[in-house]
């Protein structure tokens, strides 16, 4: 069975400081898909990023990062310089490879001018 | 190009009453979910379609929940009778057949049972 673990129920920040979500995951595919979506009080979910489980590389776009470690099941995604646009609920998501996306149950993200 | 589409935004209804929601998905997306979110929780799937198929339903409440998904394309989930505690949003999301892509939501429909 897959299950996501976003261990921070909620996060409170000041303006440009920066901000790490945590992800844990549990699945037993060797091919997988993991997601960060943003849901703002409008209550759309918006894609922020994806990363399939062969590509371990790290990367940055923009105030984005994560950090995906096979090794630990994690997928911990950071805001550089936050703003106070982040404020919202982020998601962590996995997805196997037959489709089946799973939520973690979200952190909410406040930033404080 | 449009995307998902879910209708209505807003339902408020008594219970025991039924319900219905549509969906209509990102044109040539062939995955579909049903999502339910209660307030303060991540969304929970409720079924996933490929095509017209309902190929996981597992967590359908079958007694009082139906689905379907018409030539593959729209989709509607329907409640009947529905109970104080199916108050949620109801989400609805497609994705295209390449699995390196991610799933586009619908702005939801937040159903108030009362």
């Known amino acids: 069975a897959q299950k996501v673990t976003q261990a921070q129920t909620e996060i409170s920040v000041v303006e440009k400081e920066d901000v790490t979500l945590d992800c844990v995951y549990e699945?037993?595919?060797?091919?997988?898909?993991l997601f960060w979506y943003k849901q703002p009080p409008s209550g759309e979910l918006v894609f922020l990023i994806r990363r399939n489980s062969f590509d371990e590389q790290n990367e940055i776009s923009g105030r984005y990062s994560w950090n995906f470690q096979k090794s630990t099941s994690s997928f911990n995604f950071t805001i550089t310089a936050s703003q106070v646009v982040d404020s919202a609920v982020y998601f962590c998501a996995l997805r196997s490879n037959n489709n089946d996306m799973r939520f973690g149950a979200g952190t909410r993200l406040t930033v404080k001018p | 190009e449009a995307g998902v589409v879910q209708s209505p935004r807003y339902k408020i209804i008594e219970k025991k009453q039924p319900v219905a929601f549509w969906c209509n998905p990102i044109?040539?997306?062939?995955?579909l979910y049903w999502y339910r979110q209660n307030l303060g929780q991540g969304p929970e799937l409720l079924i996933r379609?490929?095509?017209?198929?309902?190929?996981?339903d597992s967590q359908l409440p079958k007694d009082r929940f139906s689905a379907e998904r018409l030539k593959g394309v729209d989709s509607t989930l329907k409640i009947q009778p529905a109970e104080l505690g199916d108050s949620a949003v109801y989400l609805c999301?497609?994705?295209?057949?390449?699995?390196?892509?991610?799933?586009?939501f619908g702005q939801g429909t937040r159903l108030t049972v009362v």
């Open positions: 379609y490929e095509n017209e198929e309902a190929v996981d």
């Open positions: 044109s040539g997306h062939n995955t």
């Open positions: 699945t037993r595919d060797t091919t997988y898909y």
């Open positions: 999301a497609s994705m295209e057949r390449d699995l390196n892509t991610e799933a586009f």
